[in-house]
C-alpha cells in the first residue's frame, strides 16, 4: 500500500453544488403563517425566507442526494464526519469504510438533519485541500 493518503474520489462540485443548496436551505427559518394567503408584497416577501414542511430547497436537495450512487452518498458522509471533527483526514479509508456500513436509505434525511452541514462539507473538501470558493461564485 502507498504511503499516499487516501482521497475522497466523490466529485468537488458535486459536493460544492450540495454545499450551495445547503446553504439556501439553512437561511430558512420557522414559518410565522402555516399558510400565508396575503399578497407577497404586502408582507416584505418574508415568506420566501419561512420554512415550509413541502419546502422545495429541501426537496431538490434531498432528490440530488437520494439520485446520487451509493459510493457518493457513503463519500458524502464520511466527509461530512471530517468536516465535523469525529475523524482526520488521514482517516478517509475508516471514515468512508464506517459509511459504507451504516449506510441507509435515509442518508439524504440524515445529512440534511445535521445543523452546519454546509460548513461541515466545506471543511471536509478543506481537508483535503478542495474548496467550493470557485464553485460558488456568481452562484449565491
Known sequence: MSDEMKRPEIDTETVCRIVVKAREFDAKEGAVEEEPGSNPSDEQFREVLEDFADDPVYQELKTFIDDLDIDDQCELVALMWIGRGDFKAEDWAQA???????????????????????????????QFGESCLGFEIGRL
Open 96 to 126: 468512508s469504510a464506517q459509511a459504507r456500513q451504516r449506510h441507509t436509505k435515509q442518508t439524504s434525511e440524515y445529512l440534511l438533519g445535521t445543523p452546519l452541514l454546509a460548513d461541515y462539507l466545506e471543511e471536509g473538501l478543506a
